[in-house]
């Protein structure tokens, strides 16, 4: 039998790869897209060699809007069909609103929003009809908080992919599809080195810390329970709580004294 093939965006590192390497060990092929494809060409030899998995390597930029229909297209020629969808390609904007360019922003929205949205919209139907099929939106603990000073779209993006997510689990019900947003609070990655806040976030204390490898667990388990919202770790899930009955002035005050500890100016964005 064809062992069940997973579309993993972002693959190359940090979550996206701890993902790849959770869902091999549990016997998926893998579709690993991102830009760096000699990262993605050692992750599918490490897989092969120690899972006895299969993996297609499809190199691609979520910026460009053509990249969703280019990527299951070459899976498709490969004579394959999706049976999970991870979208976890991403990152953070720094900086605040008028900041950055309109263009970078468009760019943002693209690969955050528009792109994991088309992927569902475009894979989640022959799931259905098949009857199986693991969907993992990678949100953030970001989208249950308020939103904070800085890296403006960010949360609010995240804040969608969870609603996003509630109401495709809802939707899927009965059919042998299952959808989940996974919410990470700090992660050990290259998140932080991407968007210069490596320095500040360095100093957070490390009960906020989750390990890529715990955060990939903790996702697997979510999708395979059909849990809607998934925050790994029991810190982050008290943080989720505290954002969800704080009065909001008292949240967003909290929010406001803390954005300097894990959000840099626009002077140092660049």
Not at 13 to 40: M, N, P, S, V
Not at 96 to 106: I, L, M, R
Request: aromatic share 6%; proline share 4%; glycine share 10%.
């Amino acid at each position: 039998m064809t062992r069940p093939l997973i579309l993993i965006t972002g693959a190359s590192a940090g979550i996206g790869a701890a993902l790849a390497r959770e869902f091999a060990a549990h016997g998926w092929d893998l579709a690993l897209t991102a830009r760096r494809k000699d990262r993605l060409e050692d992750l599918a030899e490490e897989m092969k060699a120690k899972n006895g998995v299969d993996s297609l390597i499809i190199t691609a930029d979520m910026h460009n809007k053509a990249a969703p229909k280019t990527i299951l297209k070459a899976i498709k020629d490969a004579g394959r069909h999706v049976d999970g969808l991870i979208n976890n390609a991403g990152y953070g904007l720094p900086g605040t609103f008028n900041h950055p360019s309109w263009k970078d922003h468009a760019a943002f929205l693209q690969i955050m929003l528009t792109a994991p949205c088309e992927l569902v919209y475009l894979t989640m139907p022959g799931m259905v009809e098949r009857g199986f099929g693991r969907i993992i939106n990678v949100a953030s603990l970001a989208g249950h908080l308020p939103g904070s000073m800085g890296h403006t779209l960010y949360a609010a993006d995240k804040a969608f992919l969870i609603k996003f997510s509630q109401s495709l689990n809802l939707e899927a019900q009965g059919t042998g599809v299952h959808v989940s947003a996974l919410c990470p609070g700090f992660t050990y990655s290259e998140f932080h080195d991407a968007n210069n806040t490596r320095g500040l976030v360095s100093k957070l204390p490390n009960w906020m810390w989750k390990t890529s490898e715990e955060v990939a667990t903790s996702g697997y388990l979510a999708a395979e329970k059909n849990v809607a919202v998934r925050v790994p770790g029991m810190a982050n899930k008290t943080i989720a709580a505290l954002g969800k009955i704080l009065p909001e002035p008292l949240a967003m005050g909290l929010m406001k004294r803390q954005t300097k500890n894990f959000r840099v100016s626009d002077k140092e964005a660049g």
